[in-house]
């Protein structure tokens, strides 16, 4: 069953059609794509998707169960977290704790048993600083641990960005734009990172401009166009697929 299933998700914004029956599909284990021109619905999907904006129509699935219309936490509490085009991280706060401030949210422990039970406060703490450590170093950021966000290097906060995300245990991580505004070296050491996460059983979902970026990591690719579900396939079909070179007016899309 797919881990993510979108079915006719429509959003307008006053007269702007963002949306049009949106249909899309991600497989567990995968790192599926999503392009399309500028204005095609991507980022809108994304919104839709992870519950920062409601739909008008259509519904989200996620593992099976209706999502459509949750609050942004319920969503990123059942496993599909989003991680934004910009870094976000607090600048004057360490890198550890800024992956510290996005561990998984714990059912019950309330101000009442932080109380009552500082013995478990204190052993939940210490998991979570464990977790961020082992995160940091999945992502090459152990040296960086405590240097503030602001003095990391442009790639650094990128990955900073990822680690937050990982830091709420997804199942399901969707990415935008994650290599915007990198060098083409940094954007490959990403696209490592990214495969050996899927490798080690993350679904991602990744929206991005940077053609080489996607052609190296992302299968299958979805093609968007006007708010719908152009082409979907390998990189190399849906780069040869005459719809896809007329959506992008004219412009190659390169392998
Ligand atoms: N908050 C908003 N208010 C009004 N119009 C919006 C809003 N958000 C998106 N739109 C419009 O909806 C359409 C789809 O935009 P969206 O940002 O989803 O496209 P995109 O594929 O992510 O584009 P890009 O690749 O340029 O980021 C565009 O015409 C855009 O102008």
């Not at 999502?67 to 059942?78: E, K, N, S, W």
């Not at 999945?138 to 906060?157: E, P, W």
């Not at 199942?171 to 696209?191: H, K, Q, T």
């Amino acid at each position: 069953m797919p881990l993510l299933q979108v079915h006719g998700l429509s959003r307008r914004f006053g007269g702007v059609v963002a949306l049009d029956g949106l249909e899309l599909e991600v497989r567990p284990g995968t790192v599926t794509g999503l392009i399309g021109p500028n204005g095609a619905g991507k980022s809108t999907a994304f919104q839709c998707i992870s519950g920062v904006i409601p739909p008008d129509a259509g519904q989200v699935l996620f593992d099976g169960k209706d999502i459509t219309g949750l609050r942004p936490d319920r969503i990123t509490g059942a496993g599909l977290v989003r991680s934004f085009q910009i870094a976000r991280g607090i600048p004057r706060l360490t890198v550890l704790e800024n992956l510290l401030l996005y561990g998984p949210a714990q059912p019950g422990e309330g101000v009442a048993a932080a109380i009552l039970r500082p013995a478990a406060m204190r052993a939940r703490e210490e998991a979570l600083r464990e977790r961020a450590k082992a995160v940091a170093a999945r992502l090459n950021l152990t040296a960086v641990l405590d240097n503030q966000a602001a003095a990391l290097s442009g790639g650094q906060k990128k990955l900073m960005e990822i680690g937050r995300a990982l830091m709420a245990e997804p199942r399901l991580l969707l990415l935008d734009e994650p290599v915007a505004g990198v060098n083409p070296s940094l954007a490959a050491e990403i696209a490592t990172h990214i495969g050996t996460l899927r490798d080690e059983g993350l679904t991602v979902l990744i929206v991005e401009h940077h053609m080489d970026f996607v052609a190296s990591l992302c299968d299958p690719v979805i093609v968007m166009a006007e708010g719908r579900r152009l082409v979907e396939g390998s990189f190399a079909d849906v780069a040869a697929d005459a719809r896809v070179q007329e959506a992008y007016m004219g412009g190659r899309v390169h392998a």
